[in-house]
């Protein structure tokens, strides 16, 4: 039908709704029905399309079906009304148009059509069953279907004009809404404005700030001044685990998107452990890893079970403790071998050597953990463990000192050691004596080893030449009272300002001068002598000693007798059947007796810097007047730190310092259970070799340097006090150009460097 109404239909639509719908009422008013016409098939619609019903015919509908519904029941209803035209069929144009149809091809809702279809079929079923009824009765009948067709249409359209004015109201109500919250933006922005341009007059700007604000204005400086650091991206570090990245790590690792991994990663840099894996394992790694809160007094690993994962500290620190048999009692004995803080890792040993765990990790404050499950490690982290395995076993290898030892026992070593690199001036021993786990190899760089010599303390007389030669020359009491420190004999405090600025000098150069070089000039050859024979004269006694055992104990005494060995101060004693025992437990207990070795820790994990340790002893006074700090040997690769001092423990306090060295931390425990007796005659002789000048050879040797100092500043004073003399006689004005005493001794120290 449509398809029929739009061939034939105009396409203009030049006429008015109104006019069309008054033409249509008028010729139907003109074209009289009748029942024959009612019951004649209906022709071929053909509806111009310009014919179609006004908005406003509604209204008109409306009036007549209120006048056919106002008409008495049996009366002929108003020939004009819509009653006349339902069902009928209409001229146009010379054309006859069905209404019915043309009111369906409008765009009535769908309701509507459906009531009009209904209604003609109904009237149409009455008029062949009553056939025989009058003329009038029909009309009667058509009247009141139609009036009720009305009213079911006036209703409809009522409901549709209700809703009609609803929508525009709604719709109106918006567009007053929106203009008024733009008016009131509007008013805010300007009131802003005002309040800004009246603050900005207020305060005066300062002569950079107009040059830069006229600057910024014109086009040219804007591109000049773009300032690229605006949009870098600044590296921020987090003390905690931000919420944002909670999220991302809550997620699924297939969820995750690579933004949120590159976050994570950034988040996670600058924490030790991660920075050692490439860039490769560290996104590997954030694209599952895990987090994990836990709060203090709570256990994370225990030492036998199997290895699950691999844990980072983001914040807080843990103890890791390990168990052992009492030598004595033979009973199972906790210790707190380390205590990691942020930055550190733990839990590789398990998952890299498919071993249990080897220690028990307790929460000491409450930590935030980043885990890598044991297959994402396995399968990314295995790697750089593995080089660096490699990279220890070739460099002990190549060490003169386990050239005797078997494949295997290096092998164990290298397990259990660690690679550290240090910054310049970081310290990496701050006292040799307390250092009770490791044996320190340098692996690449510089280190300095240290000696904090004490003038207050006289050293103990040794049978050693050096010695014997300062008894002689009296040296130490010489010594003392040259320094400006008190004569314990005497009680009386000397002090002269040339020799503190010498001591100066040598606090500054300290780097420079080797001792241990300058003590070596100064031993002659029948020194050296001694020297030797005293080293054969050990390697003899230790030939003599039967057994490996031993000797590894001989060698070991002072390792296996250490406090924390016997279980004395820091050990915390725990029955073997007590299961309940728990390293919570021990940790708790352990809190106070572990105190020490705590804080040995901790400062060593602090890693103060030499500078800082200088200054501190400056500001404590302690400086210059009893203590300088001499470097008495330097480190290079392969030297080793700490062996002479297990061998042949002589309790000197001595200080490693870092100039970018990578160290090789060795536990002494391994290394002395793999030794065997020849390897450890070799590190014997080796530590002899390379023991460092003792403290008697030290004072001696400083006192030398210092006198040496003295003398070339005094001798030079005098040649320049002598040339001020000559020069200011010549001269007219000799105030002028008179040296000023402290000018002099730094001149003559200038003059005596070049010519000595
Ligand atoms: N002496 C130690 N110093 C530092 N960490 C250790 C020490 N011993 C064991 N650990 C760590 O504690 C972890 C316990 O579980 P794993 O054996 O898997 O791996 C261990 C190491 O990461």
């Given at each position: 039908?449509i398809?029929?109404r ?6 203009s639509?030049?006429h008015?709704?109104?006019?069309d719908?008054n033409?249509r ?11 024959a ?10 509806v111009p399309?310009n ?6 015919s509604?209204k008109?509908n409306?009036?007549l ?5 106002s008409?008495p029941?049996g ?10 035209i339902?069902?009928?069929y ?6 006859t148009?069905d ?12 309701r509507?059509?459906?009531l ?5 079929n109904?009237?149409?079923e009455n ?6 009824s ?10 009141l ?6 009213l079911?249409?006036k ?5 549709r004009?209700?809703?009609?004015r ?11 809404k929106?203009?008024?919250t733009f008016h009131?933006v509007l008013l805010?922005c300007?009131?802003e404005?005002?309040?800004?341009k009246h603050s900005?007059?207020l ?7 107009i040059?830069w604000?006229e ?8 591109e000049v001044?773009?300032?690229?650091s605006?949009?870098?991206k ?5 003390s905690?685990?931000p919420k944002?990245?909670?999220?991302i ?15 994570i990663?950034a988040?996670?840099?600058g924490l030790?452990?991660?920075?050692k894996f ?13 987090f994990l ?5 709570r ?10 994962a691999?844990?980072f500290i983001?914040?807080g ?7 052992g048999?009492?030598?004595?009692t033979?009973?199972v004995?906790?210790?707190?071998v ?8 733990f839990?590789?040993v398990?998952?890299?050597?498919n071993i249990r765990?080897?220690a028990s990790?307790?929460?000491k404050e ?10 994402v490690?396995?399968?990314v982290?295995?790697e750089i463990y593995?080089r ?6 070739e ?5 003169p000192?386990?050239?005797h030892?078997r494949?295997e026992?290096?092998?164990?070593i290298c397990?259990?050691?660690q690679?550290h690199?240090?910054k310049?001036?970081k310290i990496?021993?701050?006292?040799s004596?307390?250092?009770e786990?490791?044996i320190?190899f ?8 240290t000696?904090?010599?004490?003038f207050n ?5 040794s ?6 030669r300062l008894e002689e020359?009296?040296?130490?009491r010489g010594w003392?009272l040259s ?5 314990s004999?005497t ?5 002269y300002s040339?020799e ?5 000098e ?13 003590a070596?000039?100064h031993?002659?050859d ?9 080293i054969k004269?050990?390697?003899?006694k ?5 057994g490996?055992e031993?000797?590894?104990f ?13 279980g004395e101060?820091q ?10 025992c728990s390293?919570?437990?021990?940790n ?7 105190i ?7 400062k ?15 500001t404590?006074g302690?400086?210059?007047t009893r203590?300088?700090?001499l470097?008495i040997a330097t480190?290079k ?13 002589t309790?000197r306090?001595?200080?490693?310092v870092?100039h970018n ?5 060795i536990?002494k425990?391994?290394f002395?259970?793999h030794?065997?007796r020849?390897?450890?005659?070799i590190?014997?002789?080796?530590a002899l070799?390379?023991n ?8 001696y ?9 003295e003398?070339?500043t005094?001798?030079l004073?005098?040649?320049m006090?002598?040339?001020?003399v000559t020069?200011?006689?010549r ?10 005493a402290k000018?002099?001794?730094k001149?003559?120290?200038?003059v005596s460097?070049?010519f000595?």
């Amino acid at each position: 039908m449509i398809q029929n109404r739009s061939q034939t239909a105009p396409r203009s639509r030049n006429h008015s709704r109104t006019q069309d719908i008054n033409t249509r009422l008028s010729s139907t008013r003109v074209h009289q029905p009748n029942i024959a016409n009612k019951l004649s098939p209906t022709p071929p619609l053909a509806v111009p399309r310009n014919i179609s019903i006004p908005k406003t015919s509604g209204k008109r509908n409306d009036r007549l079906y209120k006048r056919a519904k106002s008409a008495p029941p049996g009366s002929r209803p108003h020939s004009s009304s819509i009653l006349d035209i339902r069902g009928k069929y209409f001229e146009q144009n010379g054309k006859t148009f069905d209404m019915m149809s043309y009111l369906k091809s409008r765009s009535f809702p769908r309701r509507i059509h459906r009531l009009i279809n209904e209604t003609p079929n109904n009237a149409s079923e009455n008029k062949t069953e009553d056939n025989s009824s009058s003329p009038a009765d029909d009309d009667a009948e058509d009247a009141l279907s139609a009036s009720q067709i009305g009213l079911k249409n006036k209703q409809l359209l009522e409901r549709r004009r209700g809703l009609h004015r609803q929508r525009s109201m709604n719709r109106s109500g918006a567009r007053a809404k929106i203009m008024r919250t733009f008016h009131r933006v509007l008013l805010i922005c300007r009131v802003e404005l005002i309040m800004a341009k009246h603050s900005i007059d207020l305060v005066p700007a300062t002569k950079k700030q107009i040059s830069w604000s006229e600057k910024r204005h014109t086009r040219e400086a804007a591109e000049v001044l773009f300032s690229k650091s605006l949009y870098q991206k600044q590296p921020m570090i987090y003390s905690h685990v931000p919420k944002w990245a909670e999220v991302i790590l809550r997620k699924p690792p297939t969820e995750r998107t690579d933004r949120e991994i590159m976050q994570i990663h950034a988040m996670m840099q600058g924490l030790l452990a991660y920075d050692k894996f490439t860039r490769r394992i560290q996104i590997a790694m954030c694209r599952s890893m895990r987090f994990l809160r836990i709060k203090y007094p709570r256990v994370i690993l225990r030492k036998g079970h199997v290895g699950q994962a691999f844990y980072f500290i983001f914040s807080g620190s843990v103890f890791i403790n390990i168990e052992g048999l009492h030598v004595e009692t033979n009973e199972v004995v906790y210790k707190t071998v380390s205590i990691l803080q942020r930055g550190d890792a733990f839990g590789e040993v398990a998952l890299l050597r498919n071993i249990r765990r080897t220690a028990s990790v307790a929460v000491k404050e409450d930590v935030e953990l980043m885990v890598v499950d044991k297959y994402v490690f396995g399968k990314v982290c295995s790697e750089i463990y593995e080089r660096e395995m490699r990279e220890k076993l070739e460099f002990c290898r190549n060490l003169p000192l386990f050239k005797h030892w078997r494949e295997e026992a290096i092998k164990r070593i290298c397990q259990d050691s660690q690679i550290h690199e240090y910054k310049a001036n970081k310290i990496i021993v701050r006292n040799s004596k307390d250092e009770e786990d490791w044996i320190y190899f340098c692996m690449e760089g510089r280190c300095s080893v240290t000696k904090a010599l004490e003038f207050n303390v006289r050293p103990k007389h040794s049978s050693s030449f050096v010695s014997r030669r300062l008894e002689e020359e009296n040296c130490y009491r010489g010594w003392y009272l040259s320094l400006g420190v008190t004569d314990s004999e005497t009680g009386r405090t000397r002090s002269y300002s040339t020799e503190v600025e010498i001591m100066n000098e040598l606090q500054i150069s300290i780097e420079q001068i080797d001792l241990r070089k300058i003590a070596k000039t100064h031993i002659v050859d029948d020194d050296y002598e001694v020297m030797s024979r005293n080293i054969k004269e050990k390697e003899a006694k230790l030939k003599k000693m039967g057994g490996a055992e031993e000797v590894l104990f001989s060698f070991g005494k002072s390792y296996n007798h250490l406090p924390h060995c016997t279980g004395e101060a820091q050990y915390c004693l725990i029955k073997k059947d007590d299961k309940r025992c728990s390293l919570f437990e021990s940790n708790r207990s352990t809190r106070s007796a572990d105190i020490d070795i705590e804080k040995t820790c901790v400062k060593r994990r602090k890693s103060i810097e030499l500078t800082t340790l200088l200054n501190e002893e400056f500001t404590a006074g302690r400086l210059n007047t009893r203590t300088a700090y001499l470097n008495i040997a330097t480190m290079k690769k392969g030297d080793v730190f700490n062996l002479g001092e297990v061998l042949q423990p002589t309790g000197r306090q001595l200080i490693l310092v870092s100039h970018n060295a990578k160290i090789l931390q060795i536990k002494k425990q391994t290394f002395f259970k793999h030794a065997t007796r020849e390897s450890l005659l070799i590190a014997n002789v080796l530590a002899l070799e390379n023991n460092y000048p003792d403290d008697d050879t030290l004072y001696y040797t400083f006192r030398q340097q210092c006198l040496w100092e003295e003398v070339k500043t005094s001798v030079l004073q005098q040649t320049m006090d002598k040339i001020n003399v000559t020069q200011n006689e010549r001269d007219e004005e000799p105030s002028k150009k008179m040296f000023t005493a402290k000018q002099r001794a730094k001149s003559a120290r200038q003059v005596s460097r070049k010519f000595f």
